[in-house]
């Protein structure tokens, strides 16, 4: 696609329920990075996936969360047993080629409240 | 974890004038990126300038990066309604491809 597409754009669920959040990077792009952005805050880091190489899930902030890409493209990022505090924006980004400078292109984000 | 750290937190100017904004970071980098958001939005990348450079022009988009004091300075001159947005720094440090970012800085243009 033209650019970086997540879905759904606005999740709402209740505390213990799971909930996927979908990812589609821009086609060609072999590394994905999924981010989670609280209100008014800056961008953390969850996970990176590069090519075939294993994920870095140096990010994940519990166990809680999960992520995966298949054939390497699409991705989805899954949280179990939602909290209150995992309400936030969660931001999917993709880039071609790092010797281009590592150049991050995002996709609208999805709003999560959990309830 | 966030290296990159702006300042300021909030800005408010008026239409036609520059604005100003800072990031510090803590360790050594490849590159430190600038990115937009809008309300609501992902993140627009707007410049890039890597560790050799010390100034970098994109239209109304000033960067510089200073080294030595760990520091980088986006500005926008005579700014537009359509400016107003977050602004984030982001700092390429390692060899894994990870960005870090700051916290943002908001710009309001005023008409």
């Known amino acids: 696609g033209a650019g970086v597409s997540q879905s759904p754009s606005n999740k709402v669920t209740e505390k213990g329920k799971d909930v996927e959040l979908r990812c589609d990077p821009i086609s060609g792009h072999t590394a994905l990075y999924w981010y989670r952005q609280s209100l008014g805050q800056g961008l953390e880091f969850l996970i990176y996936?590069?090519?075939?190489?294993?994920?870095?899930k140096s990010g994940l902030p519990s166990d809680r969360f999960s992520a995966e890409r298949t054939g390497g493209s699409v991705s989805t990022l899954t949280i179990q047993r939602t909290q209150q505090e995992d309400s936030a924006v969660y931001l999917c980004?993709?880039?071609?080629?790092?010797?281009?400078?590592?150049?991050?292109?995002f996709g609208a984000g999805t709003r999560l409240s959990v309830l | 974890s966030q290296q990159g750290e702006e300042d300021p937190q909030a800005l408010s100017i008026q239409e036609g004038e520059n604005a100003t904004m800072n990031c510090s970071y803590k360790t050594s980098i490849n590159n430190l990126q600038w990115y937009r958001q809008n309300s609501g939005r992902g993140l627009v990348h707007l410049i890039l300038i890597r560790s050799n450079e010390r100034e970098k022009h994109s239209g109304r988009l000033r960067v510089t990066l200073d080294t030595s004091k760990k520091s980088s300075s986006l500005l926008i001159t005579a700014s537009r309604a359509a400016d107003t947005a977050s602004y984030f720094c982001a700092t390429d440090a390692s060899r894994d491809y990870k960005l870090s970012f700051g916290a943002g800085t908001t710009v309001t243009v005023r008409a």
């Open positions: 996936f590069q090519g075939n190489s294993a994920p870095d």
């Open positions: 980004a993709s880039t071609g080629t790092p010797t281009g400078g590592n150049i991050q292109y």
